[in-house]
Structure formats: C-alpha cells, structure tokens
C-alpha cells in the first residue's frame, strides 16, 4: 500500500493531536466524561431499580461539541434467555436462542421453553408467540410491551426524546448473558498484534449480548427475528483505544460530518462504520503504528479502508464478519459519490482539514501551524529540520487562503490582524509573514476585478497597487513577481522594469526555494541571526500562484493555464482546489517576466538573455511545475518564430503530463497555422497568431 502522506506529517500529527485536545479531547478529559456517564448509570439503577444502560458517542466520550451525538439508552426486559437447555432453570419465563438456515448472519428467533420442564414448545401460538416456517412458537418482535408510552417520534425499535440538547434514543432489548454461538469465530481467531488482550477477550466474552426487537430488511420472517447487539463489548473496545485510535476515530466522524453528510446524505456512512474501521485496521497493523506522531498516517489508513470496503460495496461486522453492513446502502448513485468524495481527500494529502469547520478545528489548526516552531534550547540541524516544516505548514495556510472568494478574503483579513494585535510575540510574526501573502493575493484579485470593466476604476487600480506593495516583501520572488506582473498586464513598462531590475540587485542566488530546502543551507542562514521574517524574505522563495479570479492579472500565456481542467471528463467534484490554482517555479517565472517585458520594448539582446537563462534553468534544475514551465517557454519560442523548438518542448509537456495540460491550446493553433502555411503560403503562416 502506498500512501500519499507528506513528509512533514509527523510534526503536523502532533499540531492536530494538541488542537484535538484543545476541543475536549485529552485523555483528562476523555476518562472524566467516561466516569461520569458510568457513575450516571449506577445511581439511576439504583434509584429507579431499572436495568437500564447507555451507550453510543456519548458514553464512550467520542463526541465534540459541534457532533451533538445522541445517547443509547437500552432498557433491559425480564425475559431469560438460554444459549443451550443445560442452564434451563424452572419456574422462569425463558426462551432459546435458535437459528436455521434461513436466518440472516447476527439475527435470532427467540422460541419459548416450558416453564416447569427443560422443553422446547411447538405449535402454540397467540399473544406475543407466532409460529414460524418450522413451526416453532417464538416470541414476536413487534409486541407493545417494546415500545414505550413516551416518545416525541419513533425510529425502528428506538424511540427518540429531546431532554435539552441532547438527543436520547430509547429501545427495550432482552440480554442474552452468554457469548452467543455464531459469533464465538471472534473469540478464537488469530490476532497477530494482540489487540484485543486475551485477558480483554474473556472480560468481552462476560458482557453476553443483547438481543434488540428489529429484523433483517429482506427476511420472510422478519417479524420473528432479533439482532445480535454487542453494546458492552463495543463500548469497552472503545475505551480500550489508547489516544492516538481515539482521535483518529473522532476525526473520521468529524470528516464524515464535514465532506460527506453534506453532499451525499446522512445514511451513506455512519460512526458505526468508522467504528467498525478503526477496530479492523488496529486488530491488523501493529500497536507502534498508533502513536501520536502518526495521527495522519493512521487517518489515511483508516479512508483507504473505507475506500476499498465502499468500492466493493461489503463492510464486514466486526463481530460477525459474514454480515455486510452496507446493505440497503449503497445504491448505484451513493456508492459512485462516496467514492469521489473519498478519492478526492485522500488525493489532497491532509490539507483538507484546515477547511473543517466543525469545532473550529480547521482555523485552531492553521493558526497552529503558522506560530514559529523555532525554540531558543534547538540548535543547528534540529533547528534547521524545525523551520522547514515552519515554511511548509505555511504554504499550506496560503494555499487554502487563495480558495477564498472575494468577500471572504476581506473577513479573513479582519480576523488575521485581530489575532495580529492580540497573541504573543512569536505568533505575531507568523501572522506578519502570512499577512504579507494575503495582501499579494488580494491586491492581484482587486486588480483582476477591474481590469476586466470597459472602464477600470483608476482609485481600485491604486488600492490594488498598495496591496501587492505591502505583499511584495513577503519572500524573496513571489511577491515582487506579482507585482511585476500587476505592471506588465497594465504595460507600464519602465515600472515593470524596475521592479525586475531591483529583484536582480537583491537577488540571493543561494536562496532556497520551499520544496528544495536543504538543512545545510539554512544552518549556514541561521549562523547570521535572522529572524523567522527576515529568513523567510530574504532567503526562501515561493512558487508563485494565481488562482482563477486573477485570471486578468496574469500574462496571456498563462491564462491557457487556468483551463487545463475544463472538459467533458472534468467537474468540481473531481479537481481539488490545489489543482486549481496556477503554479510557476519563482525562479523561471522571474526569467519568463523579463522576456514579456523585454520582448515589448524591443531589447533584443536583454530578450536573448532570459529566453537563455529559461532553457538552462528548465535542464538543470528540478523545477516542481515542470509542465507549466515548458508550456511558458514554448510560447516565448513562439514569439521568436522559433515554431519548430516550441512544437518540440510542447511534446516534452504533453510527455510529461498527458492530461490536463494546457499544451493542447498551443499545440492546436501550432497545426492550425501549419494548415494556413500549406494553404495560404509563408505570409499567412507568419500572421498565424
């Protein structure tokens, strides 16, 4: 199995596991909340002498604020019931557990035995006893006596009340006291990373089961039979998870509610079948893995479970592996949608939970990783390692800021100066960094707005103008390349120029690009005392990315960019936001800039230099946006009547990335000025473009 996990997972499991504890789930808290419910349970016992018990998120204490879970409440009735005759004792109201062929998997009937004899009754029927196929008289289902007289609405055999803000699901349920037969394969199959503990096994198999009023959907007799519940075991399997599996699990339900209820409906995945996962992957991977560092790593492994089980359309009890818990499902359409919901997070490499909003976790989380991770007792390369996962954790907090629509980029402006002036001094110059980039972001986007009137407004132009200013420190490239391209796409050449020339004046060719920072290079920065600011603005440089609403703010080449993912194959659904966004290489960018700049003022020998410059850095360095890349520097090849080179590095492009490429634009009015040239002679194909 290979995972897409990035490699800074580990320093951003333990940032997640600190903003989860923040929420209520630290194991202080998690055991208080477990503590009370089974004080809570006792005293209700004891006071009102009724065998009730609770289970559910509530009890287990894996629920938040925002998941609101209900409460499972089972109240226990008379009745007893007998695994075998050999513990039969007179004078009591039993019943035998029994099963035939056509029985579903985790499903009983219940047939009555003789109060003063050890003997089964046949043929008798009325009152809550039927007869069923084989003439056995067993015990009804749908009885009254299993639906209580108080109930704001029924659901199945729970009946739902409201007592303030939580929600209690009430059913009647008869306990079966011994571990029944169909499920004893559990207690003896191989375990490999004894989990559960044989000691655990024993206690598990003390709990028994409880039989609950409800039969299988697609059953003859579905008024006869009862369902296997193990609510005991699954609650002390839950408090046997250590913290690591029961994060994990409440971040599954948590990306249940956030990504899936939302766009499919609320019975396409349910906590039981996150649940469920979680007991199967620890049950087969060893107890090393679930540690705190690797909270992502675990959460993966736990949605390519999903991911396989939902492709296959089977979701095995844990208990009872031969019941599938999909059925009646997964229709054609859920199933289909589930899976693009769970392709598409995995595809994302973690970075979707800075978009969670349930319980504020996707903010606490950014707001986490932007606070420095340099500390005073680090020194030279743990210090190093430390600030490379600093710079790309704040490469994630902007990546999901370009997401924001217009509107939203202004509130979650208000917000960052607010935390700005009101947290501590290293959170504040995080903050400063990330600032920096926003103001590109929305100077670029207002620019892009008003470029696109008949008439711009000159004051919003200005306004613009200010804000790529006040971004364009933000690194060593990206935010002066902004501001360049702000220039250029207004023809104010000489500025443009200017701001071009300056970045070369400055320009550290030592710098280190985000995705190419070596440990070497920054021991020897650190050696100078620079802060967290100053490293990243003079030293570290950024890809540079537009996203679609700057589409009028971007040189005509890489307008095609921003269609690579149109077509009838493509939709929302399938392209993620990161895939969205265009991204060039700061360095070949800066290149790419003075050519368009140059080519427009007739410079020949200054156009013949960076066109120069743009064909060695594209050999000999491992450029991230490589087909983007090529893509520029074919159009600039094009400009130079170079038509032939440019074909050539289009095909090395379409080599490269076979789709989504927007090679397919020029490659198209490349043949289209080929046919022109056949046609209409060399004229016509000279004025092709």
């Known amino acids: 199995m290979t995972l897409s996990i990035p490699e800074y997972s580990k320093e951003l499991s333990l940032r997640l596991s600190g903003v989860l504890d923040t929420i209520g789930l630290g194991e202080d808290i998690r055991w208080k909340r477990i503590n009370m419910w089974i004080q809570s349970e006792e005293m209700e016992s004891k006071v009102n002498r009724k065998r009730k018990h609770y289970f559910g998120s509530q009890p287990e204490a894996t629920t938040t604020t925002d998941l609101n879970s209900d409460v499972d409440c089972v109240i226990l009735l008379d009745h007893s019931v007998l695994g075998d005759l050999e513990s039969w004792v007179p004078g009591v109201l039993t019943f035998l557990t029994v099963s035939d062929e056509n029985t579903p998997p985790g499903y009983v009937k219940l047939q009555q035995v003789y109060g003063d004899l050890p003997w089964l009754i046949y043929h008798e029927h009325g009152g809550h006893l039927k007869l069923d196929r084989y003439g056995r008289s067993v015990l009804c289902n749908n009885h009254s006596r299993l639906k209580p007289d108080f109930a ?24 079966n006291p011994t571990w029944p037969g169909q499920v004893y394969q559990w207690l003896t199959r191989n375990r490999r990373h004894n989990w559960p503990s044989q000691q655990m096994i024993d206690l598990i198999k003390g709990t028994g089961a409880l039989l609950v009023p409800v039969g299988h959907k697609l059953s003859h007799e579905q008024h006869l039979e009862w369902r296997l519940s193990f609510s005991h075991a699954e609650k002390l399997l839950v408090w046997l998870f250590n913290s690591t599996q029961y994060k994990c699990y409440i971040l599954l339900k948590i990306i249940n509610k956030s990504f899936i209820k ?12 996150c649940k469920t996962c979680i007991w199967y992957l620890i049950e087969n991977t060893p107890t ?13 492994l736990c949605l390519r479970l999903l991911h396989t089980w939902v492709e296959s359309k089977i979701c095995p009890n844990y208990f009872i592996p031969e019941e599938n818990m999909f059925d009646f499902k997964l229709s054609g359409d859920i199933q289909v949608q589930l899976l693009g919901v769970l392709s598409d997070l995995l595809k994302q490499e973690c970075r979707y ?14 707001m986490t990783c932007q606070s420095p991770l340099i500390e005073p007792k680090l020194q030279g390369q743990d210090v190093a390692q430390v600030l490379i996962t600093s710079v790309k954790f704040l490469l994630i907090s902007f990546e999901y800021v370009t997401t924001l629509g ?8 208000h917000s960052a100066l607010d935390r700005l002036f009101h947290s501590h001094e290293p959170r504040r110059e995080a903050n400063a960094i990330l600032w920096k980039f926003y103001c590109s972001f929305i100077g670029s986007q207002l620019a892009s707005k008003n470029l696109s009137k008949e008439t711009p407004d000159l004051h919003a132009l200005d306004i613009a103008n200010e804000f790529l200013l006040m971004g364009s420190s933000s ?40 995705n190419n920072i070596t440990t070497h290079t920054l021991q020897a920065l650190l050696t100078k005392n620079l802060s967290t600011t100053q490293l990243i603005s003079q030293c570290v440089a950024f890809p540079v990315y537009y996203h679609p609403l700057e589409i009028n703010c971007v040189p005509k080449a890489l307008i095609q960019e921003m269609f690579r993912f149109t077509g009838p194959d493509q939709d929302d659904s399938s392209t993620n936001y990161i895939q969205k966004l265009v991204s060039v290489d700061p360095k070949f960018y800066l290149y790419f800039l003075e050519f368009i700049c140059h080519h427009q003022q007739n410079k020949s ?28 520097l074919a159009y600039c090849l094009t400009q130079e009547e170079r038509r032939m080179n440019s074909f050539n590095v289009l095909c090395k492009s379409m080599k490269l990335i076979p789709q989504n490429n927007a090679a397919k634009w020029q490659m198209a009015t490349f043949l289209n000025a080929s046919f022109r040239f056949l046609r209409g002679g060399r004229k016509n194909y000279t004025n092709a473009d």
Not at 152 to 175: E, L, M, Q, S, W
Not at 288 to 300: A, G, S
Not at 406 to 413: L, W
Request: hydrophobic content about 40%; glycine content about 4%; some cysteine.
């Open 406 to 413: 217009f509107k939203d980029i202004f509130k979650f402006k």
């Open 288 to 300: 090393d893995v679930w540690q705190p560092d690797n909270l992502l790593v675990c959460l993966e």
């Open 262 to 273: 939302p766009n499919i409906g609320n019975d396409a995945l349910s906590s039981y079948h």
């Open 353 to 366: 939970l800075v978009g969670i909003s349930c319980d504020n976790i996707g903010q606490k989380l950014m």
């Open 475 to 514: 690194d060593v490239l990206s935010g002066k390349l902004k501001l360049a391209t702000f220039y250029l796409v207004r023809d104010k050449l000489d500025m443009a120029e200017y701001v071009l020339n300056e970045i070369h004046e400055h320009y550290c060719y030592k710098i280190s690009e985000w």
């Open 605 to 632: 020998s200054h156009k013949k230099a960076a066109l120069e410059n743009m064909m060695f850095t594209i050999r000999h360095e491992d450029l991230r946006f490589m087909d983007i890349s090529l893509n520029l």
């Open 152 to 175: 704001d609405y029924h659901h199945g055999p729970a009946n739902t009340n409201h007592f303030g803000t939580i929600t209690v699901d009430t059913v009647y349920a008869i306990r």
